[in-house]
């Protein structure tokens, strides 16, 4: 398992403690340039561009390479965040993962499930990890952004969000934030069938960190993601908080809900077989967004 | 992209996987004309894109003419689930010895592929008892992987053969098109021992459709559905009153099931995607004006880094544009919203800072409609 805080933050033995480097794949295109100016804003410490055909020129004072390889190689960067259209990605993440990079963040929508799938085994074999696609990034307040979150829904604080869906994660974050609460991290799962990450996997690389008083689970219909992360809550006997909200209840079988990943077939990816579970997990399930702050609250007061 | 039986059953015949002989048509003249083709008794099919048409009385058997004629009808006119039929088809009456479950489907949690078999078919997957169900990686599948299931559900000899013959073709078929799920329900022996399939479900994944131009011609998307997409948007029709915009999927079905909550009925689903600007939200209410039945629409954005006001002009410019004749209740959410709130008291549109606030407000407003 990929240790995220030691690859996000660091230890304060490290010389770049709190300023890991980071690689932008497709930095001049409209979204992939727009977005890096707003994670420089936040401090984020991008040290290289990639766009094949644009090498050795500048973006902002940020060298672009041609090659994922070259740009590791004069960086040693271990985090790439990638915008391209979604057919060019898995070209740009078997670049990404050969190069040695250990945690991709895949921004771009419409990615086939095929060339997800091809990326992760390689990824896999690599240890490396892909967030991802479709999601908006993973954010630690203060310290690093990778993606495409707006800020102000963030603030330092001890909650961890693990969402399925961009806009809810930043609407919670917001919420709790308004409430008192902050978030030592908040990571974009994304929407489609294939994640790269799914939330089990989210859920163990955050679930040991020193600074954690409990996790907020932004689940939605489709897949069985959230029944099996409550499984394992129960398997482990997980002690911090949890509080949930699935999106979604009322939405109509065998239709795909905007997210590719949010459609519900028979009992599989409905929303009563993840709140069912969760509750099976004593996990309590919001009605809708405005509860979670109160819900964690409650239990974070146990 | 959810295929219709008969779209299903003619990618089948693609790779030699035998469907009974049938035809599809939209009018009863050109029903009679299949049906007297293929000698009565027949089976007529709503083709629709959901499940449950058995329990539905969406597939009739029809034993003459007089009974195709009022079946027919019955059939061409009615809605599963919603789902209105988009054609019908008529099949030759296939006697069969044994119905049989098969499907391959992606594992979504495991990344993989499930065969699912069972020896009981016919019915909904959820009710069977003694399903055999193996896990396969997407490029790991081989001829003892499909002995293993045949074995599983205890198939022998000649049936053995022609059910391994069938799963391999169905996997390449899965491969080929990029399928999510194909499902054969039933999948029948025959008296001879051959392999039918009587029934056909394909999903494919719509983000390889580029890759796929031959599945073209099987998009059922509705022109609003199209216009939707054209702007990158996400769109559901809905069978209520209230056209729901917001930005994001989860925080579109989020407002969705609050509004439900509240009791009040979705028109649409839409999703303007991630960020929302002035033009993103007034295609969408372009897109809204086309739907019947919209007697309010409920926004819900969550702008980030968007301006509130940027997203009231878009609002006045549509009013203006007398693209909304009905009432607009709108939760903003971003800089900027005091400002958003008196440039839209100007026009019918009320700004709220909840969600629950704008969606009392609008179910309230369609009751006195």
Do not use: W
Not at chain 1, 34 to 48: D, E, Q, S
Not at chain 1, 56 to 61: A, S
Not at chain 1, 85 to 94: D, I, Q, R, V, Y
């Amino acid at each position: 398992m990929l240790d995220i805080f030691d690859i996000l933050v660091g230890t304060r033995e490290d010389n770049d403690y709190k300023n890991k480097s980071v690689i932008i794949q497709g930095i001049t295109g409209k979204f992939g340039s727009l977005h890096t100016k707003n994670m420089i804003a936040y401090g984020t410490n991008i040290v290289a561009g990639v766009t094949p055909g644009k090498g050795e020129t500048k973006f902002e004072n940020i060298n672009i390479y041609d090659t994922m390889r070259e740009a590791v190689r004069s960086t040693n960067s271990k985090i790439s965040v990638m915008f391209m259209p979604a057919k060019f990605f898995l070209e740009a993440a078997e670049d990404a993962i050969n190069a040695g990079i250990k945690l991709l963040i895949a921004i771009p929508e419409h990615v086939p499930i095929k060339d997800t799938m091809i990326a992760l085994k390689m990824a896999r074999k690599n240890k490396a990890a892909i967030i991802g696609p479709n999601t908006p990034g993973i954010i630690i307040p203060d310290v690093i952004k990778l993606g495409i979150m707006p800020t102000t829904p963030f603030k330092p604080g001890n909650i961890a969000i693990l969402s399925k869906s961009g806009t809810l994660m930043y609407e919670m974050s917001d919420k709790i934030s308004q409430h008192g609460f902050g978030q030592n991290i908040a990571i974009g799962i994304g929407g489609d069938p294939i994640n790269g990450t799914i939330l089990i996997d989210a859920f163990d690389m955050i679930k040991d960190s020193p600074k954690l008083d409990g996790i907020v689970v932004v689940g939605e219909i489709g897949g069985d993601a959230e029944e099996i992360l409550a499984q394992h809550v129960m398997d482990i006997n997980y002690k911090k908080p949890i509080i949930s909200y699935i999106a979604g209840r009322s939405a109509p079988k065998e239709k795909r809900m905007g997210h590719a990943g949010a459609i519900v077939y028979g009992e599989y990816g409905s929303a009563e077989s993840k709140i069912k579970m969760f509750n099976n997990a004593n996990i309590p399930v919001a009605k809708k967004p405005s509860e979670i702050p109160i819900l964690l609250a409650q239990r974070l007061k146990i | 992209m959810r295929l219709l039986e008969y779209q299903a059953k003619e990618i089948f015949s693609e790779y030699g996987i035998k469907t009974p002989l049938g035809f599809v048509s939209n009018n009863i003249q050109e029903g009679i004309k299949q049906a007297t083709q293929l000698k009565l008794p027949v089976i007529i099919k709503a083709q629709v894109p959901i499940g449950g048409r058995g329990k539905s009385g969406a597939i009739q058997k029809c034993n003459d003419i007089d009974e195709f004629m009022l079946k027919y009808d019955q059939i061409l006119n009615m809605k599963v689930k919603n789902e209105k039929t988009r054609s019908v088809l008529t099949e030759k009456l296939i006697p069969y010895e044994k119905e049989l479950y098969l499907s391959i489907f992606l594992n979504r949690s495991k990344r993989c592929y499930n065969i699912i078999a069972s020896l009981q078919g016919g019915i909904e997957i959820e009710s069977f008892k003694n399903q055999i169900i193996h896990e396969m990686e997407f490029d790991s599948f081989n001829n003892d992987l499909a002995l293993q299931v045949a074995d599983g559900i205890k198939l022998v000899e000649k049936q053995q053969d022609n059910f391994v013959l069938i799963l391999k073709k169905l996997f390449r078929l899965v491969i080929d098109k990029e399928a999510e799920l194909a499902e054969i329900n039933p999948l029948v022996i025959l008296k001879d021992n051959n392999l039918l399939a009587l029934d056909g479900k394909i999903i494919t994944d719509d983000n390889a459709n580029f890759r796929h131009p031959e599945l073209q011609k099987f998009n059922q998307k509705t022109t609003i559905e199209r216009k939707a997409e054209e702007n990158g948007f996400s769109l559901v029709e809905l069978d209520g009153d209230i056209a729901v915009i917001g930005n994001g999927a989860g925080l579109v079905m989020s407002t969705l099931d609050i509004l439900t909550d509240h009791g009040g009925k979705a028109a649409c689903f839409l999703d303007v995607g991630g960020g929302a600007t002035i033009d993103s939200v007034y295609e969408a209410l372009k897109i809204i004006s086309k739907i019947k039945n919209v007697k309010g629409i409920l926004i819900n954005l969550y702008g980030g880094i968007v301006k509130t006001t940027t997203v009231a002009h878009a609002l006045i410019k549509a009013y203006n544009n007398k693209l909304i004749n009905v009432r607009v209740s709108a939760r903003l959410k971003g800089t900027e919203s005091q400002k958003s709130k008196e440039l839209l008291a100007t026009i019918n549109i009320n700004m709220f800072d909840s969600v629950e606030d704008a969606i009392n407000f609008i179910t309230s407003e369609i009751k006195k409609c």
